[in-house]
């Protein structure tokens, strides 16, 4: 249920409670104009409204005091017609000036009762009140059995200008109309005792006054008082009478003989009441409604004080009925009032449960469903999971076996360049050169091409990792300017290098910003046409390195601008793959370094890098602190000349292909033969049975071999005593450098990364053997000199150091002894007479027993520098058998004797 349509039944109980309590509340107004209140008369006639009221409760009685004033009488009776007054009720002051406002709220639908004295209209309801003539004219009977002959009678007058003086003036006169005799004397007093006093005062009052007719009582009682102080001998025998005969005033005179006579003038408060009500309750009335009079006398007066007394008393009762009444009323509308806000609390609370009940309903409903759109919705949380690792899966199962692609390619793709390379060098006045030098620049650009898939790869995966060393900066942008110095010439393209220092040496990953230089580099060249240009700048500053490539090419257009080095975006164009600028953000990123692009569309378009210096950025397991290998560095920069004289020799060495690719190893065969002694092997298994059987001077393995893979291979090699000398060069496919460094730290003494160029690989081989033979060699001069010590334990690096250790021990051990022989000592050190013969000549270049000849000679010289023992006395204590044995061996290798060496 709606909580609106609560909120309107209880408003409209409300809205009914209040409206039932108006009904019963409603009063009807009744408006009473008085000319004056003043005199007991008035009073007593309010006192009579009232009482009269009580018997209606829902009566409420305006009065208004118009103080004997008519101007002010006609101001509140148009006040009471404001007010919307149910019943009027007029006692006019004077007729004539009343009469048209009485007639105004007759005609404006207002039940007008008029009483006491008359209007000068017959516009009103009804008229109540006493009849002032015959009142009059019941005076003017009693005054005639009264009046001796001739007798002056003297009229008090009431207001002359109010119907009830005009009225009890003719009555009295036309009783009186027999009487010619009689005379008349007059004087107004406007109904007031004070005023006939002064009246009175004023006047000469004549001595033969016989009767004295006043128009009310407090008149009749100032002219007693009046006589009684100036005619006193006939005051008390003076017939004086008046009008009213009301308690609290002429009532209590008639009765203690200061007025000799009254007639009663109703005051009507009683039935104008009573007359209102009926015209309220809609009964027929009469136009007048006519009061009796009675006349008062000293006998009856008294019998009237009581009952007037009585009737005092009874309406004190009444009053306090009243009172108890209102009360007894207002605590029973108090406790109603409290019974409705209760009941109308209890309704509410009624219909907020019902209404609590059915929210709550509709909230369990609410909530179910709400679950099951959970439920739904978790359900489809779960199956878009679901998918999403999917076509994740699916994704990776995709790049997977795209990179997987592009290392298939890559092998043979190296196959292809090799022999290209080779052909472009032997066949430079062919015909088929600028064929060659096509194949070769494509096959070249399909490699960049592979190469950054398999970078990005590794970006996006993760995997690269930095190899951070201290390199000049300078070099190597100028180097890869070089890069681009013929396609320039070739396109008439102004291409210049800039740098405001000679060199500048910064801690980076050579190979990355090589990368990052090659790619801006040939950016610019690809989008800057013909006769362009295009600087390479390199700028110090205080705390970076700024590098920019600058083109006038096209530049970028700048709705796209933003996105040039999202992943795969290719600025528009169907060409390239669009993961170069991506590669070279992340490098940069990976440098904690920043790149930016400053373009103009239609005028070129600037890259510029920064890195920042020192090395405080990188963290300690990325930085390399030994210097850059010549070999790798210089490589790229060897003399041709030199290159050509090494690869022209014939080296006695067994290099040992371990390749499982069979083109690949036959290859290798092919061209490594024509330098070196070949022995090939599929896999790391045979490799090792072949190591046994024979001499090998190095091997060359690829890593991803069936059976027993390359580092397996290296790990074995380089901890059996037996081979652990043989150098090993690792060919790989794998350009990832931590599977690259798995292999150097296994023992591997180089790798080479696919693709490969022979040249560089023929290089590698002889320069790894080349150091073998300079160490033997140092190794040999040390023995010869007499410096061969043991090497500190610390600084045996590996199985060879420590086993030549072991040997020198041996040595220092038995030299003296002449029967010792290498047999001997390979039985002391585990390992056959021809393992032990090629290990010591592997690292020494000589065999064990000249090893230990010279030995015992390098003994031999540090006794005869001591010059302390003969020379037969040195042959003994040196192993030597005899003086004439060591003397022909000292001579061969020192070319002097023992004696003249001494
Ligand atoms: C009271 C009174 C009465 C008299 C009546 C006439 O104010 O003067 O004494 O009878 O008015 O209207």
Known sequence: MPLRLIVAILVSISLFLGCSQNIEKKKYKIGLSQCMLDDAWRQAMLKEAYIEALNYDSIEIIVKDA?????????????????????????????????????????????????????????????????????????????INQLPPNARILEIWGLAKSSPAQERHQGFIDALISRSDLRFSKIEADWLYKKAKERLDEQYIPDDIDFVYSHNDMMAIAAREYFIKYAPEKANSLQIIGVDAVPGAGLEAVADGRIDASFTYPTAGEEVIRTAIKILNGEEIEKEIKLRS????????????????????????????????????????????????????????????????????????????????????????????????????????????????????????????????????????????????????????????????????????????????????????GEVKSYFESVASLRNIQYAFHTNTKNCLLWFDTDMIEKVLVNLVSNAFKFTPQNGQIDVSIRELEKTVEIEIKDNGQGIDPQIKPFIFDRFYTQGQQTGT????????????????????????????????????????????????????????????????EEKALLELNYDYTILIVEDDEEVRIYLNNNLKENFNILVATNGKEALEIIQKHEISLVL??????????????????????????????????????????????????????????????????????????????????????????????????????FLNRFIGLLENIYTDPDFNIEKASTELGLSRGHLSRKIKELTGITPVEFLRNFRLTKATILLKQQQLSISEITYQTGFSSPAYFTKCFRAVYGVTPSDYK
């Open 67 to 143: 103080n004997s004033d008519n101007d002010r009488q006609i101001a509140q009776i148009r006040e009471l017609i404001k007010m919307d007054v149910d019943v009027l009720i007029i006692s006019p002051f004077q007729s004539a000036p009343i009469t048209p406002v009485a007639e105004e709220a007759y005609k404006a639908g207002i039940p007008t009762i008029i009483t006491d004295r008359k209007i000068n209209s017959e516009l009103y309801t009804t008229f109540v009140g006493a009849d002032n003539y015959a009142i009059g004219h019941a005076a003017g009977k009693y005054a």
């Open 294 to 477: 009675v006349q008062i006398g000293k006998n009856n007066a008294e019998t009237l004080l009581i009952q007037a007394e009585q009737l005092l008393n009874y309406q004190r009762r009444i009053e306090n009925q009243r009172i108890i009444t209102e009360s007894l009323i207002s605590r029973f509308n108090f406790l109603r009032n409290s019974f409705s806000i209760i009941s109308l609390l209890m309704l509410g609370f009624v219909l907020l449960s019902i209404y609590i009940y059915f929210i709550n309903r509709k909230m369990k409903k609410t909530n179910q469903i709400l679950v099951e759109i959970n439920r739904k919705e978790e359900e489809q949380r779960k199956k878009l999971i679901e998918l999403n690792a999917e076509i994740e899966n699916v994704t990776a199962q995709k790049l997977q076996f795209f990179t997987n692609v592009s290392h298939e390619v890559r092998t043979p793709l190296t196959l292809i360049l090799d022999p290209l390379d080779k052909l472009t060098r032997l066949m430079h006045d062919s015909p088929y050169f600028s064929d060659l030098q096509l194949m070769q620049k494509n096959a070249n650009r399909l490699l960049r091409v592979i190469n950054q898939i398999l970078d990005f790869r590794k970006v996006e995966r993760n995997q690269e990792a930095l190899n951070i060393r201290h390199m000049d900066i300078v070099s190597l942008a």
């Open 578 to 641: 669009g993961i170069g600028l991506h590669l070279v953000k992340e490098y940069i990123q990976l440098h904690k370094g920043a790149i930016r692009v400053d373009s103009n569309w239609g005028k070129g378009s600037s890259f510029i890098f920064s890195l920042s210096k020192g090395k405080a950025h990188f963290a300690e397991e990325v930085i390399n602190e030994f210097p850059a290998s010549p070999l790798a560095y210089d490589a790229s920069v060897l003399d041709d000349s």
């Open 701 to 802: 393995s690829d890593v991803m071999m069936p059976e027993m893979n390359g580092f397996e291979l290296c790990r074995l090699i380089k901890s059996d005593i037996s081979c652990s000398h043989i150098p090993v060069i690792l060919l790989t496919a794998l350009s990832d450098s931590r599977q690259r460094n798995f292999g150097l730290s296994l023992g591997a003494d180089d790798y080479i990364q696919k693709p490969f160029q022979i040249t560089h690989i023929k290089i590698k081989i002889i320069r790894q053997l080349q150091e073998r033979e300079r160490m033997r060699t140092a190794l040999l001069n040390k023995l010869q000199q007499g410096s061969l010590l043991l090497i500190a334990p610390d600084k045996t690096e590996n199985i060879d150091d420590l």
